[in-house]
């Protein structure tokens, strides 16, 4: 469990209450440092063909590397958002990554298995376009495996547009522009 309930300060104003259509509330802030342990708990609870999905290997324990990048971020062109319930429980996490001239910046997300199903991940996505575009990036990506049918879905319900990957038979690359 993390403090979802404190009042962190973090620059930018992403740090935010938000309600699912479901009306499933909870908090949203960017991540820091004394989240990885917090982080690393949270993939055990990720089912293994979601962090398939994420990571796009087979993976039945995130590496503490990972964990550890995905804490300590830039803040500019790198943001790990994490979704917290108001019991405290780390519920869901957004990773936003953009190139060096943050033309154009990858998604990925993942929520707790207990969690799915309630529009997390909707929001997320919306809160993470809505960071981008604030951040003048173009264009949002997101890699999913061709198999992650509810991926697509719901980031084709948010305007992104679907293609196969170059190269890559078993993956679609799934975009939108932010700013043209």
């Keep these: 469990m993390i403090g979802g309930n404190q009042t962190i300060k973090v620059s930018g104003g992403w ?20 989240d990885a342990e917090a982080l690393d708990g949270f993939f055990a609870h990720v089912s293994p ?8 290997t087979g993976v039945a324990q995130v590496p503490q590397e990972t964990i550890t990048r995905m804490v300590q971020v ?10 917290i319930d108001p019991d405290g429980a780390l519920v869901g996490s957004a990773m936003v990554a953009a190139d060096d001239k943050l033309d154009t910046a990858e998604v990925a997300i993942s929520i707790h298995q207990d969690y799915k199903g309630r529009g997390i991940g909707w929001m997320l996505l ?11 990036i173009r ?19 948010m305007g992104f547009t679907a293609r196969p990957c170059p190269d890559e038979p078993g993956l679609v690359l799934v975009e939108t522009v932010l700013n043209p």
């Design 49 to 56: 063909s979601d962090l398939r999905f994420r990571f796009l």
């Design 126 to 136: 919306d809160h993470v376009a809505a960071y981008a575009k604030a951040q003048g």
């Design 15 to 34: 740090e935010k209450q938000l309600i699912t259509r479901s009306g499933y509330h909870f908090h949203v802030r960017p991540a820091m440092d004394m």
């Design 74 to 83: 830039d803040h500019r062109k790198t943001e790990n958002f994490l979704a």
């Design 139 to 157: 264009k949002l990506q997101s890699i999913e495996s061709r198999e992650n049918h509810a991926a697509i879905e719901l980031e084709r319900e």
